[in-house]
Nanobody, 122 residues
Framework: VQLQASGGGLVQAGGSLRLSCAASGRTFSRYVMGWFRQAPGKERDIVAGIDWIGGTTVYADSVKGRFTISRDNAKNMVYLQMNNLKSGDTAVYYC????????????????WGQGTLVTVSS
């Protein structure tokens, strides 16, 4: 599976962005998908994850109620809708794919996109 993330940019605090992740491969629907982020000087952490059918999602506590992960298996796409953005959301965002159940640890994901930068100005 090859992944390409897009949709990042500069936004003011309180604004919204939608990140997209395009996946190649006919087996996309088998994969659990995740969005991670890495801020300067910090580790890469899970933001949100979604199971293969889109029925189960998980979120980091810091984004609950503000971010929504979704997927469209027919289009091989995963999305991250980010609302009410805060300066603390500034990071490079990565999409990732893995098999099995949803995991929050990055070691459980086998395929990674190149990352897209989100900058939130206060």
């Amino acid at each position: 599976v090859q992944l390409q993330a897009s949709g990042g940019g500069l936004v003011q605090a309180g604004g919204s962005l939608r990140l997209s992740c395009a996946a190649s491969g006919r087996t996309f629907s088998r994969y659990v998908m995740g969005w991670f982020r890495q801020a300067p000087g910090k580790e890469r952490d899970i933001v949100a994850g979604i199971d293969w059918i889109g029925g189960t999602t998980v979120y980091a506590d810091s984004v609950k109620g503000r971010f929504t992960i979704s997927r469209d298996n027919a289009k091989n796409m995963v999305y991250l809708q980010m609302n009410n953005l805060k300066s603390g959301d500034t990071a490079v965002y990565y999409c990732a794919a893995g098999l099995g159940a949803i995991r929050t640890g990055q070691n459980h994901y086998d395929y990674w996109g190149q990352g897209t930068l989100v900058t939130v100005s206060s």
